[in-house]
């Protein structure tokens, strides 16, 4: 397995709103510019560490499924439209993934769309997945982020995928993006530090 990139970052103040930010689909008809355009403006006014969780896009080509293709923005208005939207906020995020939707081009072309957005705004790529060391104070969290990806139709088992990654990631915080369902799970478990069994809170997303 590739080992991944572990993003670190440092913030002072002891307070820090951690907004994972994704599947906006700009350009499907179904798209809610209003909403998003109201996170921003938050973001813009309050403490914040963003991370862009892929699907920004809608990205439909001629080889997706249904008629995406002919119903949505072109592709390059959907670029645009992204980067339009985020240059207000881009110091504040601490980067991008790529998502199913944008991975459509990339398959198609072998152009990375993402990667494109991640430079005009000079924010970091983080690929699929990422590790991210946040230091808000005194205090250090490890925090695992991923676009994701689940057929799942349930709430419980979507949630699912995103605790299961706890088999393989150790992490503070999981984030999972794709299934368009907002939902927590907090789980307790312990581990031994100096001959001492002490408990831990991990903390399970789908944003």
Same mark, same amino acid.
């Given at each position: 397995?590739?080992?991944?990139?572990?993003?670190?970052?440092?913030?002072?103040?002891?307070?820090?709103?951690?907004?994972?930010?994704?599947?906006? /689909?700009? !350009? $499907?008809?179904f798209? #809610? *510019?209003?909403?998003?355009k109201?996170?921003?403006?938050? +973001?813009?006014h #309050?403490?914040?560490?963003?991370?862009?969780?892929?699907?920004?896009?809608?990205?439909?080509?001629?080889y $997706?499924?249904?008629?995406?293709?002919?119903? %949505?923005? $072109?592709?390059?208005? %959907?670029? #645009?439209?992204?980067?339009?939207?985020?240059?207000?906020?881009? *110091?504040k +995020?601490?980067? +991008? /993934?790529?998502?199913?939707? *944008?991975?459509?081009?990339?398959?198609?072309? !072998? +152009?990375?769309?993402?990667?494109?957005?991640?430079? *005009? @705004?000079?924010?970091?790529?983080? !690929?699929?997945?990422?590790?991210?060391?946040?230091?808000? !104070?005194n205090?250090?969290?490890?925090?695992?982020?991923?676009?994701?990806?689940?057929?799942?139709?349930?709430?419980?088992?979507?949630?699912?995928a995103?605790?299961?990654?706890?088999? $393989?990631?150790?992490?503070?915080?999981?984030?999972?993006? /794709?299934?368009?369902?907002?939902?927590? /799970?907090?789980?307790?478990? %312990?581990?031994?530090?100096?001959?001492?069994?002490?408990?831990?809170?991990?903390?399970?997303? @789908?944003?």
């Amino acid at each position: 397995m590739k080992p991944l990139s572990v993003n670190i970052r440092s913030f002072k103040g002891n307070k820090l709103y951690l907004i994972p930010f994704g599947d906006w /689909h700009i !350009g $499907s008809y179904f798209c #809610n *510019e209003e909403k998003i355009k109201r996170w921003i403006d938050w +973001i813009k006014h #309050n403490p914040c560490g963003v991370i862009l969780m892929g699907d920004l896009m809608e990205a439909a080509t001629r080889y $997706s499924i249904g008629a995406g293709v002919y119903e %949505q923005l $072109s592709p390059n208005d %959907q670029l #645009n439209r992204v980067i339009e939207l985020l240059e207000p906020v881009k *110091e504040k +995020i601490l980067g +991008i /993934h790529i998502g199913n939707h *944008e991975d459509r081009i990339y398959k198609e072309t !072998g +152009i990375n769309i993402t990667e494109r957005i991640a430079k *005009e @705004l000079n924010i970091k790529y983080l !690929g699929w997945a990422c590790f991210h060391k946040i230091k808000v !104070g005194n205090m250090s969290y490890m925090i695992y982020s991923t676009h994701g990806s689940s057929s799942s139709s349930l709430p419980h088992t979507k949630i699912k995928a995103c605790i299961d990654l706890a088999r $393989s990631f150790d992490a503070d915080c999981y984030l999972m993006g /794709h299934t368009h369902e907002l939902e927590t /799970h907090t789980a307790l478990y %312990q581990e031994i530090k100096k001959n001492r069994i002490t408990e831990r809170k991990r903390l399970f997303v @789908l944003t």
